[in-house]
């Protein structure tokens, strides 16, 4: 399985943004499918994720309430909608898949994931 994310750029604070991570060379229905992101000089974060099921999300507390996971499980996407974005939410972010047989567990732990897209960067100005 290959990912590719886009959609990052400059935003302002309290903006919006829509990340997109397409899959290619395998299909991702048994996938729960994770968004992470990196900032300069620090450990790459949980963000969000959503089974494979699409019918259960998890979000890292700071970002809950502000984005959305979603995924488009015909199209092979996974999408992160970020509102009200903030200066602290500035990082390359990773869309991840992790193989699971659970429907309901989710990972909120990199090395859960077994693959990773390219990252997208994602700068919000003050």
């Known amino acids: 399985v290959q990912l590719q994310a886009c959609g990052g750029g400059l935003v302002q604070a309290g903006g919006s943004l829509r990340l997109s991570c397409a899959a290619s060379?395998?299909?991702?229905?048994?996938?729960?499918m994770g968004w992470f992101r990196q900032a300069p000089g620090k450990e790459r974060d949980f963000v969000a994720v959503?089974?494979?099921?699409?019918?259960?999300?998890y979000y890292t507390p700071s970002v809950e309430g502000r984005f959305t996971i979603s995924r488009d499980k015909a199209k092979n996407m996974v999408y992160l909608q970020m509102n009200n974005v903030k200066p602290e939410d500035s990082a390359v972010y990773y869309c991840?898949?992790?193989?699971?047989?659970?429907?309901?567990?989710?990972?909120?732990?990199?090395?859960?994931?077994?693959?990773w897209g390219q990252g997208t960067l994602v700068t919000v100005s003050s």
């Open positions: 959503i089974s494979w099921r699409g019918d259960v999300t």
């Open positions: 991840a898949a992790e193989r699971s047989a659970d429907p309901t567990y989710l990972s909120a732990y990199v090395r859960a994931y077994e693959y």
């Open positions: 060379g395998g299909t991702l229905s048994r996938y729960h």
